[in-house]
Structures are given as C-alpha cells and as structure tokens.
C-alpha cells in the first residue's frame, strides 16, 4: 500500500481560494475512486468530496456542495481540491484517501492515511 502526500494547505481569510494536491502513486490509483476528507478540532472525520476512477462522477455533500471542486489527473497519480469561497468552518486538517465505489455511491475509504494538509479559514 501506499501512503498518501497531501499538499497546498494554508492559512486564508474568508471568501479565499485554496487548491490541495494528493499523490497516491501506484499502478492501482487509476482504477480507484478517490476522495477528500478533514478533520476539524474535537469532530470525526468528514467525507467532502468524491470522484470515481474516470472522473464521470463526484459527490459532494451539503456544506461544500457549489464551492468546492475535486479532479483528478492518472497520467499524474494525483488527485485535486479547488476550495473556493472559504469559510472559517471549513477550517481542518484535509486528507485524501482511496475510496470504495459501488453502484455509482462513494463508500468508505480504504487503504493509508497520509499525514494531511491544514487548512486555516482565520476571520
């Protein structure tokens, strides 16, 4: 298995753009859904985006649903977060993860967590 390298995270006022990387080298990643999650202070663990390996579908759940964007490249091993409009909430540690696809739902991940990328929304 390999383990995730999250990148791009910062610190940003509101209203802000943020772009986070993930390479997940390997010959498996173009057959896996991938997806972004966080982790704020005291909370669980959060989905917030998903794509499948061929980028026909993503999900994205209510609170970052028209603001926040997932892509992914395979030529690259690598997968993307455009973060637009920030908001302090938003503020976490952002982690990306392989994820279980089935009948076009995103299920739980699987495989290494990475180390992750902070993201700070400071007012």
């Known amino acids: 298995q390999v383990q995730p390298v999250e990148s791009g995270g910062g610190v940003v006022q509101p209203g802000a753009s943020l772009t986070l990387s993930c390479v997940v080298s390997g010959r498996s990643f173009s057959k896996n859904a991938m997806g972004w999650f966080r982790q704020a202070p005291g909370k669980d663990r959060e989905f917030v985006a998903g794509?499948?390996?061929?980028?026909?579908?993503?999900w994205y759940p209510p609170s970052v649903r028209g603001r926040f964007i997932i892509t992914r490249d395979n030529k690259k091993d690598q997968v993307y977060l455009k973060m637009n409009d920030l908001k302090p909430e938003d503020t976490a540690v952002y982690y990306c993860?392989?994820?279980?696809?089935?009948?076009?739902?995103?299920?739980?991940?699987?495989?290494?967590w990475g180390q992750g990328t902070q993201v700070i929304v400071f007012p």
């Open positions: 993860s392989t994820v279980r696809y089935r009948d076009y739902l995103f299920e739980e991940p699987f495989g290494l």
């Open positions: 794509i499948d390996w061929n980028s026909v579908r993503t």
